[in-house]
């Protein structure tokens, strides 16, 4: 089954950046759609960034020109390099993956259920 491992976040101040990784391992011929997502205390988990199994990607209005979701298949390692960090991004941050369809033509984006894999989290927090 897949694996996914979250590394890289802390504590910043506002201004700040932090690059996320989430290593990935036991993959299988397939095509897969993958992200992350975060949640703070009571609130509701929130898609943050989003690649599909042909490399385009959407952002949470939120995040969009600050954050930048990319992939280095040759370390099978997903990122999230995020900029100009605000208190409001503070949350668990989790990478997440499903498997799909080699000819899905759907989006991977506002689809949670595709998502059967997760990390188990890192935690990033701003201070202002």
């Known amino acids: 089954q897949v694996q996914l491992v979250e590394s890289g976040g802390g504590s910043v101040q506002a201004g700040g950046s932090l690059r996320l990784s989430c290593a990935a391992s036991?993959?299988?011929?397939?095509?897969?759609?993958m992200g992350w997502f975060r949640q703070a205390p009571g609130k509701e988990r929130e898609e943050v960034a989003i690649i599909d199994k042909v490399g385009s990607t959407t952002y949470a209005d939120s995040v969009k020109g600050r954050f930048t979701i990319s992939q280095d298949n040759a370390k099978n390692t997903l990122y999230l390099q995020m900029n100009s960090l605000q208190p409001e991004d503070t949350a668990m941050y989790h990478c997440?993956?499903?498997?799909?369809?080699?000819?899905?033509?759907?989006?991977?984006?506002?689809?949670?259920?595709?998502?059967?894999?997760w990390g188990q989290g890192t935690q990033v927090t701003v201070s202002s």
């Open positions: 997440a993956a499903g498997r799909v369809s080699w000819w899905y033509g759907g989006s991977c984006s506002d689809r949670v259920s595709l998502y059967n894999y």
């Open positions: 036991g993959y299988t011929d397939g095509a897969y759609c």
